[in-house]
């Protein structure tokens, strides 16, 4: 019997499941609250007159606590979701969950219009007083972005349409995830059928034929399912572009810069940087094939294990493996992922109904979090549980600040989880004595490393491109194959055998709506994460302290200002993010050593 629950606990949140009470009461709550503040904001728009500091802070206020419950209720519906994708009842909750958002999305277009409007001097003078000083950063970005965008009766507009629209749309992938069913053959010959999330654990199996076999079987539901997938993303890019090209914005990328807070020059360092580092990886990849007996790595090969990385490892011992990895950098950050652990905050039961994949999400109301996944006992799951609690200790240490200030963005979140990852991995790595699990170990932050400098390219070359081609027309199910073969290949640097062509429709950050390239900040991530891991090995223990300052800061500064205050490291230049990429070039030249017999 396990020590830690593996399926987790919602009902501390809001009890009855789909059927709360408590759950509705919270959303009416959510309602009156933001009809008020979108009529007092009409009212002072209809009035005309400057805003003063004390109708600014009492819109701050409400702002803050509508934000706060409704990113409680938004995690709660998805994680109703995710554990059950044919609970009718969630999906209703669902929609209910993006009406008040786009309400809200409403009103904060109202918000923002004021103030932009508030004379500079008088904005000042507000800002400068206690009550804001933490939320500064945010609503000075929010009065720059009001004066890139549509007027507020417009943006309103767009926002309410998207409910049916494109969130609509993006919602979709839910019911397209719902229907898919995978066939497996079991070692005694028994056939079972499987969900989307119990057959994506197959495809790393160390069997290869259970590999191949899995991997036909993705290939073909997911090729079923591609017309659907397809309609759904080229709505989704059609109405993303229609919204860009209103606002007078030439760039697919200049909304999740604007989103990820950092700026074109640093993302271009960084992709030059891994550009650069790539050959070191394709003569590891060149090496793991010829150890798997192949003459190169379809892609289902490429996060196969190796040696003892076969073994299926209990959810217990991974959970004190974990532990005892983070309580050496840090204790309070092992305690709080005990208590993640011990009180159900991670739902890793291996069952039918559930969506594919993992994700961490925040109840910053409650001051909880909560972590999905499907736990198998690979070494990928063991990897993917130490990220997710590293989003969730991110969380965790800015519990006490403003809402506002909460809001970090997805590159710098991926920094935590990653970094978290790092710990695990390396610090397992120091220690091992043997040498197959010395090798074992390696390989995996090598997969690692594959995935955030080519799997990770891949995508985001596939999405630059589509939405290039999406400007012309709507693209049908085979050319998206044939555009993602094509990203595949290139950002493999051609080392691959047989591609995904289907990823496109498999994979569910595509079809996100709330964050668009959702692809790149995790390479940000990553490597920011290597660089931040540099500089942890040579300060020691003491450097925990300055991690939770940084992390605390995410909310408050563009990614520039983040690493120049607390790294002293400039990411719009090569320098850092080479440094990052030499990381891993180390890792393979001793993966090579390691290997060479």
């Known amino acids: 019997m396990s020590t830690y629950p593996m399926k987790w606990d919602l009902e501390g949140i ?189 495809l790393s199996n160390a069997d290869r034929s259970v590999r191949e076999a899995s991997f036909a079987e993705w290939e073909r539901e997911w090729g079923e399912q591609a017309e659907l997938c397809a309609e759904t993303l080229n709505r989704l890019a059609g109405f993303r572009l229609k919204l860009y090209g209103r606002r007078g914005w030439q760039s697919a990328l200049k909304e999740p810069l604007l989103m990820n807070r950092m700026s074109e020059a640093t993302l271009e360092a960084m992709w030059s940087a891994v550009g650069e580092g790539k050959p070191e990886l394709v003569r590891y990849l060149e090496r793991k094939a010829g150890m798997l007996g192949i003459e190169r790595l379809d892609w289902h090969d490429v996060e196969a294990p190796i040696g003892s990385a076969g073994r299926t490892v209990p959810y217990d011992e991974a959970a004190r493996f974990i532990l005892d990895r983070f309580r050496a950098f840090s204790p309070d950050m092992a305690s709080f992922s005990e208590t993640a652990f011990r009180d159900a905050w991670i739902e890793a039961e291996d069952r039918a109904g559930k969506r594919p994949g993992g994700f961490c999400t925040s109840f910053p109301k409650s001051g909880q979090t909560r972590i999905f996944m499907t736990y198998s006992g690979t070494a990928s799951n063991i990897s993917t549980l130490a990220h997710e609690l590293g989003h969730a200790y991110h969380q965790h240490v800015m519990d006490d600040l403003p809402p506002l200030a909460q809001e970090y963005a997805m590159n710098v979140a991926e920094t935590a989880s990653t970094f978290a990852e790092m710990i695990v991995a390396d610090s397992a790595l120091q220690a091992a004595a043997d040498p197959e699990e010395k090798l074992t170990l390696l390989e995996d932050k090598l997969q690692s490393s594959t995935a955030f400098f080519m799997n990770i390219h891949a995508r985001f070359l596939f999405e630059t491109r589509f939405y290039e081609r999406r400007r012309e027309g709507m693209l049908s199910a085979d050319e998206l194959n044939r555009l993602m073969e094509e990203a595949q290949r290139e950002a493999f640097c051609g080392v691959l055998g047989k591609a995904h062509p289907t990823f496109w429709a498999s994979k569910l950050h595509f079809y996100l709506t709330d964050v668009p390239f959702y692809n790149f900040p995790y390479t940000f991530g990553y490597l920011f994460s290597c660089g931040i891991y540099a500089i942890a090995k040579q300060e020691g223990p003491s450097f925990a302290k300055r991690y939770v300052a940084l992390l605390r800061d995410t909310g408050s500064m563009n990614v520039e200002d983040l690493a120049q205050k607390h790294l002293g490291v400039r990411l719009d230049g090569p320098d850092f993010w080479r440094g990052a990429v030499s990381l891993t070039t180390q890792d393979v030249r001793n993966f090579l050593a390691l290997t060479d017999k």
């Open 14 to 202: 809001y009890e009855g499941g789909s059927q709360s009470a408590a759950f509705t009461e919270e959303l009416g709550g959510i309602e009156r609250d933001i009809e008020a503040l979108a009529a007092d904001l009409k009212e002072a728009a209809r009035a005309g007159t400057e805003p003063d500091g004390g109708k600014l802070s009492r819109w701050t206020s409400a702002v803050q606590s509508i934000l706060l419950r409704l990113r409680e209720s938004e995690s709660f519906v998805a994680c109703l979701l995710a554990q059950q994708v044919k609970d009718s009842a969630a999906i209703g909750l669902n929609d209910k969950v993006k009406t008040l958002a786009a309400k809200f999305n409403a009103a904060l277009t109202d918000f923002d219009e004021q103030l932009r409007r508030t004379d500079e001097q008088a904005w000042r003078s507000w800002l400068a007083g206690g009550d804001t000083a933490q939320v500064a950063f945010a609503l000075n970005e929010r009065r720059e972005a009001a004066r890139e965008k549509l007027p507020p009766e417009q943006e309103a507009l767009a926002g309410e349409l998207a409910v049916d629209g494109y969130h609509g749309w993006g919602d979709f992938y839910n019911t397209i995830v719902g229907r898919a069913r995978f066939e497996a053959v079991e070692p005694d010959g028994t056939r079972r059928t499987l969900s989307a999330g119990q057959m994506h654990n197959r």
